[in-house]
């Protein structure tokens, strides 16, 4: 099975940068994913890594560590529309399933 | 447009009334899945599908069941819905990343 753990809530001013961890143990492993979720939405795709190092994407990074099972997110520049809750996800060996952390609610302040 | 829709978006039954929660996607996917999501729990896989005829249980299947006899639908039904099935339902379709649908909002009274 898999294990994922991200910190419940974050704050941080509007121009700020903020970094999301998110932790994992797995049983097998195939990929990292980050989604972004507003209140009553739909979650929206961010990120995805696979191999170790950093991806970036306008405003958004986001980093893996196989070998430590650490990933992170980095928003820079931070707007308030940036509030929002950021999930993390596993996606196992076989493709089939895709295992969510609890979510990181970001609350951004002017 | 791409995209994933669900029907319907709100949706407020009685215990043991069955309903189904049609989901429909236009990408051609090989691969479609439901998930709900609560308070304090996040999104948890209920079913996926790699293919069509091809489905299996994710972490919370108890109480649902699905089907896929065409690429594009996987509905999810609800046989007998209680109250612990309330809850926030999202079908998702992928080839790369998951896109979502936009969710149904479910009440068992």
């Known amino acids: 099975g898999q294990n994922i753990d991200q910190p419940t809530e974050m704050t941080a001013t509007e121009g700020a940068i903020v970094q999301i961890n998110c932790t994992y143990q797995t049983s097998g492993f195939n990929g990292l994913f980050w989604y972004q979720q507003h209140a009553g939405e739909a979650p929206t795709f961010l990120s995805y890594n696979v191999l170790d190092g950093l991806e970036e994407k306008g405003r958004f990074s986001s980093f893996l560590s196989r070998s430590k099972g650490y990933s992170y997110l980095l928003l820079k520049e931070l707007q308030m529309k940036d509030s929002a809750s950021y999930l993390c996800a596993v996606r196992d060996e076989g493709y089939s399933t895709l295992t969510f952390g609890k979510g990181t609610m970001l609350l951004v302040s002017p | 447009e791409a995209q994933v829709t669900q029907n319907p978006r709100y949706l407020i039954t009685v215990t043991g009334k069955k309903l189904t929660v049609t989901c429909s996607q236009n990408?051609?996917?090989?691969?479609m899945s439901w998930y709900r999501q609560d308070p304090g729990l996040g999104l948890r896989q209920i079913y996926y599908?790699?293919?069509?005829?091809?489905?299996d249980k994710g972490d919370v299947p108890e109480g649902y069941k699905v089907s896929r006899k065409e690429k594009r639908n996987f509905p999810l039904i609800l046989e007998s819905p209680s109250p612990n099935q309330t809850s926030l339902y999202f079908c998702?379709?992928?080839?790369?990343?998951?896109?979502f649908g936009p969710g149904t909002r479910l009440t068992v009274t």
């Open positions: 998702a379709s992928s080839l790369y990343e998951q896109y």
């Open positions: 990408m051609n996917h090989e691969y």
């Open positions: 599908s790699m293919n069509v005829e091809v489905t």
